[in-house]
């Protein structure tokens, strides 16, 4: 099956700094979504993104699906941008979607 | 628009009791997911309703797991005999077919 990698597991930023998180998948996909899980562990949605630019605030992402990755910038980051970002990329049977395969995760810490 | 709903939203119970979970889904979202997220992994799929049909269950454990959506709107995932690593948090998602996913708040049960 298709398999997502994320990278770096684990980043530390100074409140301020920029940032980016990269996710690279084993297979084509239809479509690639992009999740922020907070400490409290809701996975709240940022990106739905099969392909292009999307811009969200300080938060944008790429995905170019013909090299089989995506990016998810951070910029001016914050405390509250703490937790665990996640992507995943839909099982496909037969052509129609199925469930999220997801990565690893990166854990990013902001400090003050 | 209200999001997705579970409950409860914490469970502590021994092993080889029972538990069950409920979710409700966005309105008018007709795919309903399980997930099984273990501590520090991404989530992973038990089952995948469409409507009240399952679409893959290969994932769930079928001696101890059970899932049902009678009305192809709630869902009810239950454990009985739970084992300690049941341990997890366990995420209810659900979409319009082939779209983007919405993840509700979970349960996160400890087996002691």
């Known amino acids: 099956g298709i398999q997502v990698e994320q990278s770096p597991p684990d980043l530390i930023l100074q409140e301020g700094a920029n940032s980016t998180l990269r996710c690279n998948f084993s297979?084509?996909?239809?479509?690639l979504q992009w999740f922020h899980q907070n400490p409290w562990g809701q996975l709240i949605n940022l990106f739905y993104i099969p392909s292009g630019t999307k811009q969200n605030g300080r938060l944008s992402a790429t995905t170019v699906a013909t090299e089989r990755y995506s990016l998810l910038y951070i910029s001016s980051s914050q405390t509250t941008d703490s937790g665990v970002y996640f992507c995943a990329v839909p099982m496909n049977y037969g052509g129609s979607q199925g469930n999220l395969i997801f990565g690893k995760g990166t854990k990013l810490s902001v400090k003050p | 628009e209200a999001g997705v709903a579970q409950s409860p939203r914490y469970k502590i119970i021994e092993k080889r009791q029972s538990v069950a979970f409920w979710c409700n889904p966005i309105?008018?979202?007709?795919?309903l997911y399980w997930y099984q997220q273990i501590l520090g992994q991404g989530p992973k799929l038990l089952i995948q309703?469409?409507?009240?049909?399952?679409?893959?269950d290969s994932q769930l454990p079928k001696d101890r797991f059970s899932a049902e959506r009678l009305k192809g709107v709630d869902s009810t995932l239950k454990i009985q005999p739970a084992k300690l690593e049941d341990s997890a948090v366990y995420l209810c998602?659900?979409?319009?077919?082939?779209?983007?996913?919405?993840f509700g708040p979970g349960t996160r049960l400890t087996v002691t």
């Open positions: 998602a659900s979409s319009y077919p082939g779209s983007e996913q919405y």
């Open positions: 309105s008018g979202h007709a795919t």
């Open positions: 297979d084509s996909v239809n479509n």
């Open positions: 309703f469409q409507n009240n049909g399952v679409v893959d």
